[in-house]
């Protein structure tokens, strides 16, 4: 919307209704940071059962820290969530449901920002360069909206070192130079640790015990402590997970054949069409699944899924 646009509609509408004020009735058009913003935890809980396949623990965590943090009226730091797991196991999807649940416009919004490593940070001998950019980035917007959400892909692709920039925003301080970023919320995605998530179930599936029964304690710990020591988690011996400023790891677990299946009905959905059983399983069969002889898990989770049904 142009300015003179949303004039007018203002206008219109303050004199039409007498009774909102200009700022309620221009943040129905432009898009608003709302200090007090709440965050419906209900509508949130449904999307995340209804459009979120095979990730008991990433729908159960995110829902307690995200509903648990907006309801706190005076956190003692921002939230920081690290989503872990094998390619296509929907952690990008899952950052665009939270951002759109947190900011009406989701990633187009203007409060969230995606920063991908391997476009942001490409070069290894600019660390430092990017540091500061990153911290003064991050001061400049949540100045102008404290409730700005700074999203991190491909974190195993992040140079070593460079996240800890960000640390004293994500610590205990109430303010640093007159900012606080208490209200702020990080979130860093990760394939690494996705062996580790994996070994996890596999073991679960052998034992004969249902996926439903992985519990977050028999993940959490394994992947702070593995990511830690991994070179190539953008996390290897970072003070963030030193000094316990993560306050998440949420892992995504490998998908199987049926979360594939329940992938290809909502696309076809997505688009419009009627499902059609007999394709749903032509896409499926054409994923590959490991390990070799099990052969349980997608290798690519349902990421080719939406290129795969356009040969249909
Ligand atoms: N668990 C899931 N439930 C529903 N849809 C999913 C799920 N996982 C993936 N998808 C679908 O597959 C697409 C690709 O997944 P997504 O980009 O979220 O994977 P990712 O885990 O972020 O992978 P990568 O680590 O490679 O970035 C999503 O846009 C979504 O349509």
Redo the contacts with the bound molecule.
């Keep these: 919307f142009d300015p003179i646009t949303v004039g007018i509609a203002v206008a219109a509408a303050s004199a039409l209704t007498g009774y909102l004020s200009y700022k309620d009735v221009f943040c129905r058009f432009a898009e608003c940071c709302h200090k007090e913003q709440q965050l419906n935890a209900s509508a949130l809980k449904l999307e995340l059962e209804e459009?979120?396949?095979?990730?008991h623990l990433a729908t159960e965590v995110l829902l307690k820290a995200l509903t648990g943090f907006k309801n706190n009226e005076n956190p003692k730091k921002a939230l920081t969530l690290s989503l872990h797991?094998?390619?296509?196991?929907?952690?990008?999807?899952?950052s665009q449901i939270v951002a759109e649940n947190l900011h009406r416009k989701g990633l187009k919004s203007n409060f969230v920002h995606l920063f991908v490593s391997t476009l942001h940070f490409p070069h290894e001998q600019h660390v430092k360069l990017y540091q500061d950019q990153l911290q003064r980035w991050i001061r400049g917007n949540v100045s102008a909206c404290a409730n700005s959400v700074f999203i991190f892909?491909?974190m195993d692709k992040l140079h070593p070192g460079l996240i800890d920039a960000i640390k004293p925003f994500l610590d205990y301080y109430e303010q640093i130079d007159g900012v606080s970023y208490r209200k702020a919320i990080f979130i860093f995605?990760s394939?690494a640790g996705g062996d580790l998530i994996t070994r996890t179930a596999l073991d679960f599936w052998r034992a004969g015990r249902t996926r439903e029964d992985i519990q977050l304690k028999d993940l959490e710990p394994v992947l702070s402590v593995g990511v830690f020591n991994n070179k190539h988690s953008g996390l290897w011996h970072s003070g963030l997970i030193e000094k316990n400023l993560i306050d998440y790891f949420i892992p995504?677990l490998p998908?199987e054949y049926r979360?594939v299946k329940?992938?290809v009905r909502?696309?076809m959905k997505a688009r419009g069409s009627a499902v059609d059983e007999d394709i749903v399983t032509k896409v499926a069969e054409e994923m590959t699944f490991f390990p070799k002889d099990e052969k349980i898990y997608s290798d690519k989770?349902?990421?080719t899924?939406?290129s795969r049904l356009d040969f249909y």
């Design positions: 459009r979120l396949f095979g990730q797991g094998w390619a296509g196991t929907g952690k990008n999807f899952v892909d491909e995605l394939n995504f998908l979360h329940m992938c909502a696309e989770g349902c990421k899924v939406q």
